[in-house]
């Protein structure tokens, strides 16, 4: 990895890490970030931005001048918010707030966007740069705040990116096509009737019922898609119940669908509900269905990605880029930003040297402190390449 401390300097770096350390320590969750909020809103004032506002609620967008008031304009988003997850990292500063902690990395992500803001503001883009600290990400519905305001609506493309611990500091994944899915939830009530758990021919059980179709659901992947056509259904929840020997009236089951492709998508619904409908019946159940539409498929294009990798090279080296070793079904709602824009998202490897592979959204989940300044970087270098692209299409004299 090349060594980014000039870039960065003794006084920048502390700062910076800093920052993280103050976020990891206070986190909070999607749109309750009014501390978080204020102090990344604070850190950008001291850079005497264009423009800063709060925006979304906890949102926070700050406008770093660029070289040419004609060049298109760039956005570098980093979420801010946390997850309900009580913390086991032990760290010296590990979160104050009990059942909360920054479980997916998003203190690391609003702090290279802040140090980007700074690279930029230091050497500017073409263009200006707008530097955007996204509440809500944990829910899927911060990105869709963001662009309700409008506050992106003269941007020309965005950028963004993710820690990933599977990949140590230093590695970069720039690639093309699916990189998220689509992240679909249900709810499913079974309505039965409910009876005494010694005469159960007396009831129509319910809990039974839902045994029944969570088994027959687990074959909609298995035997209605095509092979290797990357989908998941999953039951995360499952209520039902009062004491051991009582049947219940009602059970509730809650999971979530993920998809890439769009027909997938609509095929998966449509397989819960026929599935539900003839699992009821057999059973003698009455079914209610709700779908929650989520995130989009986050599909990156190959043009913006084109720059990422070149900045990703020109900063790390060709060694740095590397591609995920599997489709990764997780959800991202930035997906609603390149439904709009032009842009792409990265994962940046936050594994420290010698550490271990640990999933996000688990207790022990911490980012290596030196993504910070790999992610900062690359964001920066990419954004003043995406302008000078951007520019050249839309100068008809090149």
């Known amino acids: 990895m090349a060594d980014l401390n000039s870039l960065f300097g003794k006084g920048l770096r502390g700062r910076l890490l800093a920052l993280r350390r103050d976020l990891h320590r206070h986190p909070e969750l999607a749109f309750e970030e009014e501390r978080t909020a204020a102090r990344l809103y604070d850190e950008l004032a001291k850079l005497d931005p264009a423009e800063l506002e709060r925006i979304a609620g906890t949102g926070v967008i700050a406008r770093i001048a660029g070289t040419d008031d004609a060049a298109p304009v760039v956005a570098l988003r980093g979420d801010i918010d946390a997850l309900p997850i009580q913390e086991e990292t032990g760290l010296d500063y590990a979160s104050e707030a009990p059942g909360v902690m920054h479980a997916c990395g998003h203190d690391v992500h609003a702090t290279w966007t802040v140090g980007a803001a700074h690279l930029l503001a230091s050497r500017p883009a073409r263009g200006d740069v707008l530097i955007l600290l996204q509440p809500a990400e944990e829910t899927g519905r911060g990105a869709a705040a963001i662009l309700q305001t409008g506050a992106l609506d003269g941007a020309a493309a965005i950028f963004g990116a993710h820690v990933d611990r599977r990949f140590p500091v230093g590695q970069v994944v720039a690639q093309a096509g699916p990189l998220a899915a689509a992240t679909d ?68 089951l809650r999971g979530t669908l993920r998809s890439i492709e769009p027909e997938t998508r609509e095929l998966l619904q449509r397989e819960v509900e026929r599935i539900v409908q003839r699992v009821a019946v057999a059973h003698d159940l009455q079914p209610r269905i709700t779908f929650e539409r989520g995130t989009p498929p986050l599909v990156n294009p190959p043009g913006p990605v084109e720059w990422a990798q070149r900045a990703a090279r020109s900063l790390l080296g060709e060694e740095a880029l590397v591609t995920l070793p599997t489709i990764n079904m997780g959800g991202e709602d930035f997906a609603f930003y390149l439904e709009r824009l032009a842009g792409c998202f990265l994962r940046v490897g936050a594994r420290e040297e010698g550490g271990e592979v640990m999933p996000a959204h688990s207790p022990r989940f911490v980012a290596a402190d030196e993504s ?13 390449l995406a302008a000078e692209n951007l520019m050249e299409r839309s100068d008809p004299r090149r």
């Open 185 to 252: 939830e249900f709810t499913i009530e079974l309505l039965g009737s409910g009876g005494h758990g010694a005469r159960p021919h007396e009831a129509a059980d319910p809990v039974v019922g839902a045994s029944a179709l969570i088994m027959a659901m687990q074959t909609i992947v298995a035997r209605r898609l095509r092979p290797g056509t990357p989908a998941v259904v999953t039951i995360g929840m499952l209520r039902a119940g009062t004491a051991p020997n009582v049947i219940p009236d009602t059970a509730e």
């Open 372 to 384: 910070i300044f790999v992610g900062a970087a690359v964001l920066a270098e990419t954004a003043r």
